[in-house]
């Protein structure tokens, strides 16, 4: 290496690194979709500077991870597979660039830490010499202006804010494999060496949703070879866990792993830990995971609107069948398409909303349904939902370029967005006085019910209590029958003595008599307890004569009661 080449790395390198100044926090928003500008700043680029750009095609599709592997093996001895290294700066992938590129554009943004031995450095040259075969092959396949991108590597800010419908047109075009890792961090602003430390000490810390996480591995990107292997289970396990450290609101989602997944394809774990950081805080995806998902109801509630402005048909036929976006498009914003789409569209709808803001979701869902439009007029529930699920891509024939090209035609205003978000609000607002109102009334209901469970508990105990009565008001009845028999028996036994006296001599007569008085002392007494039988009858029958009344009360009340319940089930249903 050159002095020249020497003193244009350092130069670099204190770039790459050197803090943000107050210019450059300014100017973010320019290359984010920003919500007070009037149109969208990532959809009218493309066609303004396609003659200036005819030099620069578009990059086909890029062979998949397994294939390159291979292919590296080939080119490779085993013991320098490596591709990518980890250094204190940004990462570069070897891949794909081209030979005479390599000192122009990855040298200088490589940073080699000082504790690094010298056989590691050693065997990073030597992949680099067995692969140059693999570059110029790869670069005969593609037209990628190497010379614009270090310009965007090395002075990102000044791209960004003089040249930014250039910069728009290349994204729209692809970033370069070999350099995505490294622009998107540039893209998210994630450099961060104190997250990326607090990253290192976060795998070593305890989950509880370790078990969860460990679960949901085998189902995430089930087909890839990388996560369905062990090194790349163990990074994207890391990942997650340390983002349900960091953000203990949030905690764990499988969505999260689908988010994470194809940043660790392009950069190490605590970068693109960083990363996630950053889509979740600056991106606001975090509002898609916080338990209550008022952000994702938010944005579905948005999509909606949009839908119906761009592609009323679609948007009448969804509702007469019943179809609500959060039946099919929730796991386009929760998982950022990458649940159901092959990883070269993922790649490039990152490369556009980390560069133009979250708001592209829309357009990339709004251009799939318009590209889909006929056939999803056609179908009716159950098939329309299956469609909208997972054969929605079909319609551009593995072409990511060409769903690129429609997502950037479609226009949506920042108002526009502002108002549904404005009308979602007000709609949540009332549903939540509404459920409040309900609850209320539930609660109501609930006491009202077991104000009549008491009641009919206290009317259960009436009846008992009534019952018992009647039941004592038959004995003292059958009691009085009784002594009203003996009574007349009695009465009888007199009235023979009397004719037996008459006949009898003096002595008997007196001891008759005698015994006569004996007899009506005894009928007095019974007379005595005869009418006393009869004044306590006379009592049990005016006590049966209140309960039958207040028995009577206790039935109005219930059925006063049981018509109050009926008219607030009527009113709660």
């Known amino acids: 290496m050159t002095a020249t080449e020497q003193e244009n790395q350092q130069q670099q390198t204190a770039t790459i690194h050197q803090p943000e100044d107050s210019s450059s926090k300014n100017t973010s928003a320019s290359i984010h979709s920003s919500s007070t500008d009037d149109t969208k700043s990532w959809d009218g680029h493309s066609t303004a500077e396609e003659a200036s750009l005819e030099t620069i095609a578009t990059s086909p599709p890029q062979p998949s991870i397994k294939e390159e592997e291979e292919e590296q093996k080939s080119h490779s001895p085993p013991p320098a597979t490596t591709t990518r290294r980890r250094g204190r700066g940004y990462t570069v992938t070897q891949k794909d660039i081209p030979k005479e590129s390599i000192n122009k554009t990855t040298t200088p943004l490589k940073e080699v830490d000082e504790n690094d031995d010298n056989n590691s450095i050693n065997n990073f040259n030597e992949t680099n010499k067995q692969q140059d075969d693999q570059v110029d092959e790869n670069d005969k396949k593609e037209d990628i202006d190497w010379e614009f991108w270090s310009k965007v590597i090395s002075d990102f800010d000044s791209v960004r804010k003089s040249e930014r419908p250039i910069l728009s047109a290349h994204i729209q075009r692809g970033v370069p494999p070999s350099l995505r890792g490294m622009i998107w961090q540039l893209f998210a602003k994630s450099k961060n060496h104190l997250l990326e430390e607090r990253y290192l000490q976060l795998i070593n810390e305890e989950s509880v949703y370790e078990k969860a996480i460990a679960r949901d591995l085998p189902r995430t990107f089930p087909s890839h070879p990388y996560f369905q292997g062990k090194a790349g289970q163990e990074a994207l396990f890391n990942v997650v866990k340390a983002y349900s450290i960091y953000d203990n609101d949030v905690g764990y989602c499988q969505g999260i792993s689908f988010i994470a997944g194809p940043l660790l394809l392009n950069m190490p774990e605590e970068e693109a830990f960083c990363v996630l950081v950053q889509l979740m805080n600056q991106y606001s995806l975090r509002g898609h995971f916080t338990p ?195 009574n007349d028996a009695l009465r009888q036994q007199s009235q023979d003595l009397k004719k037996a006296l008459e006949t009898l001599p003096q002595e008997i007569e007196a001891r008759v008599k005698e015994e006569m008085e004996i007899l009506v002392t005894k009928n007095a007494a019974l007379v005595q307890r005869n009418s006393a039988l009869e004044d306590q009858m006379a009592y049990m029958e005016n006590m049966v004569a209140d309960i039958k009344t207040k028995y009577s009360e206790s039935e109005i009340d219930r059925e006063s009661l049981r018509q109050r319940l009926l008219d607030l089930k009527r009113l709660v249903d």
């Not at 609107?305 to 048909?313: A, C, S, T, W």
């Not at 998982?335 to 990339?364: C, N």
């Open 292 to 486: 209550q998902l008022d952000l994702l109801h938010q944005r579905l509630y948005q999509f909606d609107g949009v839908l119906q402005d761009h592609l009323p048909h679609v948007h009448r036929h969804f509702e007469t069948q019943g179809i609500r976006s959060s039946m099919y498009a929730s796991q386009w914003f929760m998982t950022l398409f990458a649940y159901k789409f092959p990883l070269d569209f993922v790649f490039r709808i990152y490369d556009i909303l980390l560069a133009e803001g979250i708001e592209a979701l829309y357009s990339f869902g709004l251009a799939l349904i318009q590209k889909n439009q006929p056939t999803i007029l056609s179908l009716e529930f159950d098939n329309l939902v299956n469609y909208l699920k997972s054969e929605m891509l079909e319609a551009y024939n593995s072409d990511a370029g060409e769903l690129i090209r429609d997502a950037y035609i479609i226009k949506i205003s920042p108002k526009r967005f502002n108002k549904l978000a404005k009308e979602y609000r007000v709609e949540a607002a009332k549903a939540h006085n509404e459920a409040e109102a309900i609850e209320t009334l539930k609660k109501q209901n609930k006491a009202l019910t077991e104000t009549i469970r008491n009641l009919e508990g206290n009317l259960t105990d009436l009846s008992k209590d009534h019952a018992q009565t009647a039941n004592e008001l038959i004995e003292s009845k059958m009691d009085i029958a009784r002594i009203n028999d003996e």
